[in-house]
């Protein structure tokens, strides 16, 4: 099994980069200039959460802070790295629409925040990202 030895605000962006790439070659025909992102925090079930966890989901992940908002890849990759090394487990990218060029991108991520070689994904090159897509 594949491992990530680090993570940072750089290699987090890059690699959310990637599965953007990715689902745009996939979905031929996606032309966009610029990016906003959703993000929407998933409760795994039996999944127990620490404290940075709790305090990510209470403040940083609430629905009061992100609910639907379409954030900045800058504010976005600001907020999933705010206790960087650790960044939440796994996320899956979906896109969802293209409004005047801009690319409406959700991110579904879990509540758990873990460090570099614990992260999901890593098979894809872009952990913790996989990218999701609809037919």
């Known amino acids: 099994m594949l491992q990530l030895k680090q993570m940072n605000k750089v290699i987090f962006k890059e690699n959310l980069l990637k599965t953007i790439e990715e689902i745009s070659i996939k979905k031929e025909g996606l032309i966009f200039t610029d990016y906003k992102f959703v993000i929407e925090p998933v409760e795994e079930k039996d999944k127990p959460l620490n404290a940075a966890d709790d305090m990510m989901r209470l403040h940083v992940l609430s629905k009061e ?36 060029n801009t690319a409406v991108i959700k991110l579904r991520c879990s509540l758990r925040f873990r460090k570099p070689t614990l992260l999901r994904n890593a098979e894809t090159g872009h952990a913790p990202f996989k990218a999701i897509i609809d037919e």
Request: proline share 6%; with cysteine; glycine share 6%.
């Open 65 to 100: 802070n992100i609910g639907n908002r379409r954030i900045t890849l800058d504010n976005t990759v600001n907020m999933l790295c705010g206790l960087q090394p650790l960044v939440p487990i796994w996320i899956d990218v979906r896109f969802v629409e293209i409004i005047e």
